[in-house]
């Protein structure tokens, strides 16, 4: 079954790094999150799999997935339905993702302080734990650079992650990454058109280098003042 026009997603392309299952699953989680896949809208995963061009089984797969995470659920011989999410739903869960997130991306500034040391940090100590998650950050800022929201968020996604999985605590990886996954910011389209994204991807570079600097009171700020935007500019809101 083809695609109408009016059915047409803008989905990334799949690879080969990862099982298929697993980069649709990752492709429709950035197209929850940015609005380009709408609440209460049914979709067909023979319709889905021929945008991806893959066949109709990992897409089916992927979306039982999400439907598990409570993100769509199961309509019978249509397809799939993206569930709705409040207000008040996307403010508790940007209060947990404050009290999880800011005090251990903070650890990891610690562990970089005077002395070294690794101080929460999962065992491993120095700056140069940071440097393989800077072409991550640059892939942000180049998606934001040229408006590509959903590779904006799959990578945004995956830098915030891999950066919590350096404090050596796979659960608590776990819990962000359904966290992220539930999350939606409708407003990434209106503040990408007018320029204002690419600030907000900058902010992962200069984590980075917070980080690497062993400031954790610039680290903690900064960390802080990111997850907010899930409420604010992200959200098409103030700050």
Not at 187 to 192: F, R, V, Y
């Amino acid at each position: 079954m083809a695609p109408s026009a009016d059915d047409r997603l803008d989905l990334p392309a799949v690879g080969e790094r990862q099982s298929l299952r697993e980069q649709v699953a990752h492709a429709l989680r950035a197209a929850l999150i940015t609005g380009e896949m709408r609440p209460g809208v049914v979709y067909s995963a023979p319709v889905l799999a021929a945008q991806f061009g893959v066949s109709a089984t990992p897409v089916r797969e992927a979306m039982l997935d999400l439907a598990k995470e409570g993100l769509v659920e199961a309509v019978r011989n249509k397809g799939f339905r993206v569930t709705e999410l409040s207000d008040r739903d996307l403010d508790e869960l940007t209060e947990i993702r404050l009290l999880i997130e800011v005090p251990t991306v903070t650890r990891l500034a610690a562990g970089n302080g005077a002395g070294g040391g690794a101080d929460g940090a999962g065992g491993t100590g120095g700056a140069a734990r940071f440097d393989p998650l800077r072409p991550l950050a640059q892939r942000i800022v180049d998606a934001a650079d040229r408006g590509d929201l959903l590779a904006y968020v799959d990578a945004d996604i995956r830098f915030h992650l891999e950066l919590l999985a350096l404090a050596g605590n796979a659960h608590l990886v776990d819990v962000v990454r359904d966290l992220r996954g539930r999350a939606r910011l409708y407003g990434l389209p209106a503040l990408s058109a007018r320029g204002g994204l690419a600030g907000s991807a900058r902010e992962h570079l200069d984590l980075l280098d917070l980080l690497a600097a062993g400031d954790r009171e610039g680290t903690e700020r900064l960390i802080r003042r990111h997850i907010g935007h899930v409420r604010g500019i992200w959200a098409g809101g103030a700050e």
